[in-house]
Each structure stands twice: as structure tokens, then as C-alpha cells.
């Protein structure tokens, strides 16, 4: 069938935490200079330290109130328990309130009530080193009002002897259930497990290249319940492959880094994302830490999608209409400072701001009927080291 079935928009509320996702994230990110061994391994745990981090989130659409304001203070603990071993715990508090999207019910819509949760967040993390290869065992365990979360994950890195070449494994699932505020009889399923595979290789001195391969499967009860009319597929796989170079610039002492990630999945969904950011130490001693980023991100609407309100759609077909899983583009900026002090303890602040349009898109002309979204993003930090 030719016609495309569709869905409506939910909570864009930030889910369970994902250590294998955190951990993609982190071998994807390496904002050092000096490009060497031990950039890409390490045979023993690092200093005890603690990170405290505050984010605030809001998202907005031309001629309406904020639609959504997101804050959340997070914790992280490291600790060496051995000259071979460590913990990480962190947890996370979210507070989320706002208007609600097109095609909610009455509930998050008509009624005026909006939206409102909080989120509670813990994981754990040991990690045991050996020569050539370390290992990691995590659990994690998410609450909110309507949808709680278990979960556990294991990886590991191996590396060379001369350390230049480190290869990453991992695999997660997590066990979820969804209910909702609206809806007593509502008590579903959601099942999830990922894996991930990534190389990264020193090529000379002042540069390195790494690739990230990550498959993530979802299966149960994957529509919104407080989307009229959402009627989504009980499964769907999505694919990602993340390649990213760094380059130590010894003309300006500063790094630059180039992101390219693509993403595909079962509900036709496929996006690019290019990422440019440039890292410049400066100030004396060079305590300071500049770094500016620009992003373009591209997708294509899932097959379901559809812009059509939910009474006009008569049959049992899937739809959305979720903005989210729409056709559009979106170029984001961003600055984050970063200063160095004595006795390991650094602070740093950061601001981006991003425009989703729906006519930005590559390779079509982008979903019909929707605004401009604008999404603004701060986050402040402490880090201690001991």
C-alpha cells in the first residue's frame, strides 16, 4: 500500500539511562590535545573523583508558551577500589512540566493540566582491568510516574600492545513497563536489548579515527498513551554507525573534530548527522578550555507518520503523527567553556540552541503542516578529582 499510516507526539521526556548508550557516547568523545596511546587505553582505574552536573532543557514552537522545560541535577561517583579496579554510581532527578504537543488527550492537552513528571535515575558500573583488556558489568534502574525501568550491560575494550588500536564490545537489554495516569487498566511491556562494536586507531601523532557500530531492538508496547489515535508496531530495529576523526592542530595548540553518523531503522527512519568542534586551550597555563560545535542533523518520516488528525484516520492502520518521527532538518550551534583549577577541581558551562524545519531536509521536501521547533540547551558542571 502506497499510503503511509501515522502517529501522534509524546512527552519528549528523556528515558531510562542506557550504560551501554553512555558508553558509546564516551568512546565517542575524546576532548584531549595530545594525541598518543593513552588517549585510547588504560590498564588501570583512574583517580577517585566526583562530577556534579545540572542541565536545563526547553523546546518551544513560533506564537506558544515553552512547550517543555526539562531540569535535571546528576551525580557521578568514581572510585578506585583496587590498583585493578572500580566503581562508578551515578544518578540522575529529572523534573519535567510544560504544554502539551499536538494530539494529546485531555489529560496533557484540553484540560490545561500539562505536562508534569519527575524521574528518578541509578546506575552502577564495575569495571576490572587486566593486561590488554578491561571489563565492565552495570545495572541501571529508572522511576517515573508512568514507566519504570530495569536494566543491565556488559562490555569491554581490548587493546594492542603498543595501545594505538583499542576495540570496544558491548551488549544491554532492559525490561520496562508503561502505564499511564489516564488510563488504571493500562500495564504493558517493553523489552529492549543493544549491542555495540568499535574500533579506534591511532594514526600518527597528531591524529586518530574511530568507528561505532550500535543495533538496538524494541519489542511490546511502543506507542505513546497519551497520543489520540497512536497505533505503532510492536517491534522495531535501528541501526547506527558513527565514524568520527580527530586532529591535533599544532599551529593553534587546539583539536579539531569531524563527526559523520548515519541511522536506520525498521520504520523506514533514516538520518545523518554531521558534527564539527573545535577544541582551544588558552589563558594562563592554559587553564581554560574553549570549545565551539555546529551540527546538522537530516531524517526521513517514518512510514507510519501522517499529519492527518486522529479523527480522520477510520481504520486499524498504524499512524502518528509524533513531530519526532516526521521528515525534517535541523542545524544546532553551541559554546562550552571549560576552567582548570589546582588540586584536580575544574567547572565548566555550556550553551547550544538548535531549530528543527521541516524544509531542511536532504533528500526530500520535508513533512507537510509542521512549525519550527527551538530547542535551548545549558548545562553547568563541577568535576573533583582526588
Known sequence: MA???????????????????????????????????????QNKPEPASIRFQYAYFKDWQAGSEDRMTVNAPMVLFNVPISEKTEVEVGFVFDSMSGASPLYHDTLTGASGKGVEDERYSADATLTQYFD?????????????????????????????SDKNTVFLFGINGNDDKVTSDNNPLLDERRDSYGAVFGVTQVINKNSLVQSNFTFKNNDGYLEDP???GDNRPESRDGFAWLTRYVRYLESSASSLHLDYRFYLDSWDIYSHTVEMAWYKPFGENERWMFRPRIRYYSQEEAIFYNDLDPIDITDDRFYTADQRLSSFGSLGAGVKLIRDFDDGFSMSLSYDFVINDSSWTILSQGSPNIDNLYLSYFSFGLHKKF
Open 132 to 160: 590488554g583488556f578491561n571489563l565492565s558489568f552495570g545495572g541501571v534502574y529508572s522511576t517515573e510516574n508512568d514507566y519504570d525501568s530495569i536494566g543491565a550491560n556488559l562490555s569491554s575494550r581490548f587493546w594492542s
Open 3 to 41: 499510503q503511509k499510516n501515522r502517529i501522534k507526539k509524546t512527552r519528549n521526556k528523556p528515558k531510562n539511562l542506557n550504560k551501554v548508550g553512555s558508553l558509546f557516547a564516551a568512546a565517542s568523545a575524546i576532548p584531549l590535545l595530545g594525541l598518543c596511546s593513552s588517549v585510547c587505553a
Open 226 to 228: 497519551y497520543k489520540l
